[in-house]
């Protein structure tokens, strides 16, 4: 049987046949255990935040959620709709041994998904994970009367976490008018809300969530809105958060999209200059574009790069105290003030180094020239034969006529069965050309 919890909790259909009310229930009761016989709850009555999205199978996942708790004994503070980020940090702020998030990020509205979080507001490590999913069915000792926990809501959650967004910054926004798209999801109380209370002027969109249209057309992974409302509107820059705002894609007041990897760059240059860098080193993914890697090279910056998945880059993070890390998707990690990606922490730094500057964010994202990069899935061939030396050797040669002006990457889907071409090269012509090349030897070489 497949590994219950994936690189982001457990998620699926919401009430398909795994994530139920009932499974939500299950894992809640076996968190409680798993945490218990860890000794973490040692010497206090336990407790634990929850939260979630907007989306309408988010209000029977976290009732579940919560009863389950309450059932093994925990305390429960029912935070209702905050961002990821937010839910990370009150649990660290209102010093709750646990944190549960519902939601499914980006994915669209009928998915969902149930994350743990640890004390302090960091991911629970694989072995709890493990141990939790083991632990799921087996008898357990209930308790009764005055050791049943207590459900209980906390409205202050919004509030608390802007105040501490707000705080992060030097300074205000004043002048600065920003367009916000906020995906009709976590983020549309919250990250209007902190850009007002910074002195911006806030043109929200998106920002009224029904609860079945999350996503839908809409926030990070749909920027045709955004773009045309800043220039529209005439706004100084656009910020477009996902479903539950741990990631943030920018516009500029041209309309042109600013990625994850100008948004890292911009920030690395940012804390390098102000020696808040940590070991003047920057942590991103294998599939960061050409151009941010040669931009940090140039400034001195050391850019280490890790498997795709935010959660390696916040293992790598973690394990040489490094600051800053993110990805291409906008996902990034400021590790001075958060656990996690925070998507409205992202723009509003990335908002205060305009307003610093006096440059317009075109400007700034200019430090990272993209190359043209163009991804190739390959499907229906064996996966697990990508080191096959014939295709190895074809890599090199595309490598080797490249140079400095390019690069690939092949490797193989962790979630399909197909072998992903990226090529980056100084045109998108030149880049289609390797990547055809290549995929045809990958078919020829991995045919099933």
């Known amino acids: 049987m497949a590994r219950l919890f ?50 309408i199978s988010g209000q029977f996942l976290e009732a579940a959620v919560a009863s389950g708790l309450a059932s093994a004994g925990v305390d429960v503070l029912d935070l209702g709709i905050v961002p990821t980020p937010g839910i990370a940090y009150l649990t660290g702020a209102l010093d709750a041994d646990l944190g549960v998030v519902i939601t499914a990020s980006h994915n669209p509205m009928p998915d969902n998904g149930i994350k743990f979080l640890a004390r302090g507001g960091v991911k629970l490590d694989d072995v709890l994970e493990d141990a939790i999913e083991q632990r799921l069915g087996k008898p357990w000792t209930h308790p009764t009367g005055a050791e049943v926990g207590r459900i209980g809501f906390y409205h202050g959650g919004i509030d608390d976490y802007v105040d501490h967004l707000v705080a992060t910054l030097t300074g ?49 992974t749909h920027l045709d809105g955004i773009r045309a409302a800043v220039v529209a509107h005439g706004a100084d820059a656009g910020f477009a958060f996902d479903g539950d705002a741990d990631r943030c894609l920018a516009v500029d007041a041209t309309g042109e999209v600013v990625d994850g990897d100008q948004i890292m760059g911009v920030l690395a240059l940012a804390l390098r200059d102000a020696g808040r860098l940590a070991s003047d080193t920057l942590v991103a993914t294998v599939m960061s574009n050409l151009g941010l890697h040669q931009a940090m090279r140039a400034a001195g910056i050391t850019l280490r790069t890790t498997a795709v998945g935010d959660r390696y880059v916040l293992e790598d993070m973690k394990a040489g105290g490094y600051s800053l890390g993110g990805e291409q998707s906008g996902h990034v990690i400021m590790s001075e003030h958060a ?8 723009a509003l730094q990335l908002a205060q180094q305009m307003v610093v500057t006096g440059r317009p964010l075109a400007e700034l994202a200019a430090v990272v020239t993209r190359f043209p990069q163009v991804l190739v ?14 295709l190895l050797a074809a890599v090199a040669a595309e490598e080797s006529a490249l140079g400095d002006s390019g690069r690939v990457l092949l490797r193989p889907s962790g979630t399909e069965s197909l072998v992903r071409v990226m090529v980056e090269a100084p045109t998108a012509d030149q880049a289609t050309a390797v990547a055809e090349r290549l995929a045809a030897v990958v078919r020829t070489r991995l045919a099933l």
């Open 6 to 55: 994936g690189t982001d909790g457990v998620r699926g259909l919401a009430n398909g046949e795994i994530l139920t009310a009932s499974l939500a229930l299950d894992l809640s009761v076996s968190a409680a255990q798993v945490l218990a016989d860890a000794g973490q709850f040692e010497g206090h009555r336990p407790r634990a935040v929850v939260g979630r999205d907007p989306r």
């Open 172 to 220: 205000p926004l004043t002048g600065l008018t920003v367009v916000l798209d906020c995906a009709n999801g976590a983020a549309h109380e919250s990250a209007p809300l902190a850009f007002e209370r910074a002195g911006a002027t806030v043109i929200a969109i998106n920002d009224k969530p029904t609860g079945l249209d999350i996503n839908d057309g809409v926030g990070s």
């Open 339 to 346: 656990t996690t990606g925070d998507g409205t922490l992202t």
């Open 377 to 390: 899935n390959v499907g229906g061939v064996d996966k697990s034969r990508a080191d096959d030396p014939e």
